[in-house]
C-alpha cells in the first residue's frame, strides 16, 4: 500500500509504488515514469483500488498523464464514502504515443481541505493497436 501526501487541492501528485512487469515498448525512467520506446496508438487502461485515508465524502481524480499533460479521455474521479472504505476506480481510452513520450499516473484531491490517499492496488496496461 503507498499513501499519497495530496498537500494541495486540485494538484495532481505522481504514484510511484509502480513494479514494471512485462514491459514490451517500454522502458522505466526515474520517478515511475514510462517511456515509450515504440510509437503508436494504444489501448490504455487502468484501475485503482483506494480510500480516502481518513476522509469523508471526498472527491478523488485519477488521469494519465503524457509529458506532463492530462489525457482527458482517460480521466476518471472517485468519492470516498468513509476512511476505511476501500473503492474501485478504472478507465479506458485510446492515447497516441510517439518514441520518448514519458506516462505517468497522477492523483489529486478535488475537495478543501486536502485529504491523503490510501492506495491499495493500481495497474496500468497498454496495448498497441494501431501505428
Keep these: 500500500m503507498e499513501t499519497?501526501?495530496?498537500i494541495t487541492?486540485?494538484?495532481y501528485k505522481n504514484l510511484t509504488s509502480w513494479t514494471f512487469?512485462?514491459?514490451?515498448?517500454f522502458h522505466n525512467s526515474t520517478n515511475h515514469t514510462m517511456v515509450t520506446d515504440v510509437a503508436g496508438l494504444y489501448k490504455l487502461s487502468y484501475s485503482i483500488s483506494s480510500n480516502g485515508g481518513?476522509?469523508?465524502n471526498h472527491e478523488y481524480s485519477y488521469?494519465?498523464?503524457v509529458n506532463g499533460i492530462e489525457q482527458e479521455n482517460v480521466h476518471a474521479h472517485s468519492n470516498s464514502g468513509t476512511a476505511q472504505n476501500i473503492g474501485?476506480?478504472?478507465?479506458?481510452g485510446l492515447i497516441r504515443?510517439?518514441?520518448?513520450?514519458?506516462l505517468n499516473f497522477w492523483i489529486k484531491d478535488e475537495d478543501n481541505p486536502v485529504q491523503d490517499i490510501d492506495v491499495s492496488s493500481a495497474n496500468l496496461n497498454l496495448l498497441r493497436?494501431?501505428?
Excluded: P
Excluded at 21 to 25: A, I, L, Q, S, V
Design 54 to 56: 481518513g476522509a469523508l
Design 4 to 6: 499519497l501526501d495530496l
Design 129 to 131: 493497436v494501431g501505428d
Design 21 to 25: 512487469d512485462e514491459m514490451n515498448g
Design 97 to 102: 504515443l510517439a518514441i520518448n513520450d514519458r
Design 63 to 65: 488521469i494519465v498523464a
Design 9 to 11: 487541492q486540485d494538484v
Design 88 to 92: 474501485s476506480v478504472s478507465g479506458t
